[in-house]
T-cell receptor, first 113, second 110 residues
Framework: DGGITQSPKYLFRKEGQNVTLSCEQNLNHDAMYWYRQDPGQGLRLIYY???????QKGDIAEGYSVSREKKESFPLTVTSAQKNPTAFYLCASSIGMAAGEQFFGPGTRLTVL | EDQVTQSPEALRLQEGESSSLNCSYT??????LFWYRQDPGKGPEFLFTLYSAGEEKEKERLKATLTKKESFLHITAPKPEDSATYLC???????????FGTGTRLKVLA
């Protein structure tokens, strides 16, 4: 079955640590996205990638970094510079940028201890 | 500025009590309006795409409609398993970003 996987489902981070969230898709989609979801707020875009080896900052990129070395993979690193990282993180993909629907992974809940 | 507004924020229905959720949008050159269902602690699940005014899509007890200014998600004879947050989204007119509404939390009581 085609789809998007995210791991881990739950992640705990200590102050000052960097953590990496995994996102893999086997839908053969070119575009991939990372969103952050907080209670009572809409999804906020962190980073997006139109194609391999290319990515752009979204609306709230500070304290985050990404890479896109393979079409299938778009990992997100939450750095110690992100002051309020506790949130639900969602990865998504679509056939192309702003083309058609986005499909989402199951999410990773990150908690800072 | 492009934006998406969903109403109501929350809705409680008795099982079998039909209702509608609203998604109002302001964007130049609509390139699709998308509806999602999101269960607590899970990623949004894609439901429908609408591209032009007058278009309708149906799936089980759900029907989505589109006008030039808003979209409705009609829920007919809902069941408790329809309880979820329903999100709508549109692509921004000037960039490649999608704008998501804050959602409607639907609770269907048995």
């Amino acid at each position: 079955d085609g789809g998007i996987t995210q791991s881990p489902k739950y992640l705990f981070r200590k102050e000052g640590q960097n953590v990496t969230l995994s996102c893999e898709q086997n839908l053969n989609h070119d575009a991939m996205y990372w969103y952050r979801q907080d209670p009572g707020q809409g999804l906020r875009l962190i980073y997006y990638s139109q194609i391999v080896n290319d990515f752009q900052k979204g609306d709230i990129a500070e304290g985050y970094s990404v890479s896109r070395e393979k079409k299938e993979s778009f990992p997100l690193t939450v750095t110690s510079a992100q002051k309020n990282p506790t949130a639900f993180y969602l990865c998504a993909s679509s056939i192309g940028m702003a083309a058609g629907e986005q499909f989402f992974g199951p999410g990773t809940r990150l908690t800072v201890l | 500025e492009d934006q998406v507004t969903q109403s109501p924020e929350a809705l409680r229905l008795q099982e079998g009590e039909s209702s509608s959720l609203n998604c109002s949008y302001t964007v130049s050159g609509l390139r699709g309006l998308f509806w999602y269902r999101q269960d607590p602690g899970k990623g949004p699940e894609f439901l429908f795409t609408l591209y032009s005014a007058g278009e309708e899509k149906e799936k089980e007890r759900l029907k989505a409609t589109l006008t030039k200014k808003e979209s409705f998600l009609h829920i007919t004879a809902p069941k408790p398993e329809d309880s979820a947050t329903y999100l709508c989204a549109v692509p921004n007119s000037g960039t490649y970003k999608y704008i998501f509404g804050t959602g409607t939390r639907l609770k269907v009581l048995a």
